[in-house]
């Protein structure tokens, strides 16, 4: 049986976050592009980064954004 929490991240979609946010599929997306580079500094998984880049995107739909100007 699949625990319900991986059941649930599993089931996450750029379209569902962006109607959760209530932003345009396409804002997330370009987060979800931009993360997917960032964390690739700590995995060569692309499903990992892409794991992780959604679990940020889940709680901040500008998170990449935020990051880039924190850094620079």
């Given at each position: 049986?699949?625990?319900?929490?991986?059941?649930?991240?599993?089931?996450?979609?750029?379209?569902?976050?962006?109607?959760?946010?209530?932003?345009?599929?396409?804002?997330?997306?370009?987060?979800?592009?931009?993360?997917?580079?960032?964390?690739h500094?700590?995995?060569?998984?692309?499903a990992?980064?892409?794991?992780?880049?959604?679990?940020?995107?889940?709680?901040?739909?500008?998170?990449?954004?935020?990051?880039?100007?924190?850094?620079?």
């Amino acid at each position: 049986m699949i625990p319900w929490r991986k059941y649930i991240r599993e089931m996450r979609t750029v379209e569902s976050l962006a109607k959760k946010h209530g932003v345009e599929p396409s804002d997330i997306q370009r987060q979800l592009d931009m993360g997917i580079k960032v964390e690739h500094e700590h995995t060569k998984s692309d499903a990992e980064a892409r794991k992780i880049a959604m679990d940020h995107l889940e709680e901040v739909p500008d998170y990449y954004s935020k990051l880039k100007k924190y850094v620079e």
